[in-house]
């Protein structure tokens, strides 16, 4: 079975910067695409940016674009997002989430289709 488990999360002010991890056991077949979702209170969940395990395309929400950045370390089995100047906004509790490869890139943009989820780690930007 697979497991995730991000860190990371902290209160920053705005401006700053944060590194994600979300270390996933279980083996690769079940985690080909790994992404990360956010939601902030009262609002509904957004998606940020996932990675895909081959090839290792990237995509990005249109809010995040230019300041966050997915990567994968696949000996590791561990996903990152470097959000650098973050912004108040950006405030949320922010997923990892893994799931299958689709044929369509728009599918990696719905969180129904991951399978799997961590607990989520908190991360708060002040002015």
């Known amino acids: 079975q697979v497991q995730l488990v991000e860190s990371g999360g902290g209160l920053v002010q705005a401006g700053g910067s944060l590194r994600l991890s979300c270390a996933a056991s279980?083996?690769?077949?079940?985690?080909?695409?790994m992404g990360w979702f956010r939601q902030a209170p009262g609002k509904a969940r957004e998606f940020v940016a996932a990675?895909?395990?081959?090839?290792?395309?990237?995509y990005y929400a249109d809010s995040v674009k230019g300041r966050f950045t997915i990567s994968r370390d696949n000996a590791k089995n561990t996903v990152y997002l470097q959000m650098n100047s973050l912004k108040p906004e950006d405030t949320a509790v922010y997923s990892c989430?893994?799931?299958?490869?689709?044929?369509?890139?728009?599918?990696?943009?719905?969180?129904?289709?991951?399978?799997?989820w961590g607990q989520g780690t908190q991360v708060t930007v002040s002015s």
């Open positions: 989430a893994a799931g299958r490869q689709y044929y369509t890139a728009i599918n990696y943009y719905i969180d129904e289709n991951y399978h799997y």
């Open positions: 279980g083996g690769t077949f079940s985690t080909a695409v």
């Open positions: 990675i895909r395990l081959s090839p290792n395309n990237t």
